[in-house]
């Protein structure tokens, strides 16, 4: 988040991706294509976690990409600039999902992760053996996990993405979603004890499961 006061110059100063973003607003050679490989991946990875279709997934991030190109001679850095393009990702996203709400979902195959890499299901899940059950188990919980984010809802869904896997802060997932900081607490909260209604049985399956908690980790 940017400090009151804080000048443009002084906030390039801080954050290099502001820099690229001021050099593709100038229209230096080669400054767009390096602002696309830097963040393409990550763009694409997000929503793909968010649409669950590879090929919807970078048509989107194509589109986050021509609009920001469109807009480069308006920019004026307010914020990091990471949290001004999943501002964008995050519109265009929650447009797709809802845009197809009355039309048939495709599942998900669990076992395909792509060309971009792991999907949250698959990122949450770490196999620290190398065991054939200890893969099978870890394939049922990929699979449950990823049933289990599928059920929440879509701000939930694009909350948690944005604070697990861009690992932004409740300020910052504030501003890219358009709410207070504690809307976004109780977003997250409410996504955990989602996950863990679906998952805690499965978690717990050799074990008698803790006791229910009164309160909110927080």
């Known amino acids: 988040m940017a400090v009151i006061g804080e000048s443009s110059a002084q906030m390039a100063l801080r954050d290099p991706d502001i820099r690229l973003m001021l050099r593709v607003r100038d ?24 649409v669950g279709n590879a090929e919807e997934a970078e048509d989107l991030a194509q589109e986050v990409f021509l609009r920001i190109y469109r807009a480069r001679k ?13 501002t964008i ?9 809802r845009s197809r709400q009355r039309k048939p979902v495709v599942p998900l195959d669990v076992r395909d992760s792509g060309p971009l890499g792991p999907r949250p299901a698959e990122q949450l ?7 054939p059950t200890m893969r099978i188990q870890n394939q049922e919980l990929v699979g449950l996990i990823r049933r289990a984010l599928e059920n929440l809802n879509e701000r939930q869904r694009m909350a948690v993405v944005l604070n697990k896997f861009e690992d ?4 910052e997932i504030a501003e890219v979603m358009g709410l207070t900081t504690q809307a976004v607490k109780s977003l997250l909260s409410r996504a955990r004890q989602n996950l863990r209604q679906v998952l805690e049985p499965y978690i717990y399956m050799d074990g008698e499961p803790p006791p229910d908690a009164d309160g909110d980790e927080e």
């Open 168 to 171: 932004m802060n409740y300020l």
């Open 27 to 50: 229209d230096e050679p080669g400054a767009f294509q390096e602002m696309v490989d830097a963040y393409r991946h990550r763009l694409i990875g997000v929503m793909h976690h968010l």
């Open 74 to 86: 308006k920019y004026r850095p307010r914020s990091k600039f990471s949290t001004w393009l999943f």
């Open 89 to 97: 990702a995050n519109n265009l996203a929650l447009n797709a999902l």
């Open 125 to 131: 899940v770490k196999d620290k053996a190398n065991s």
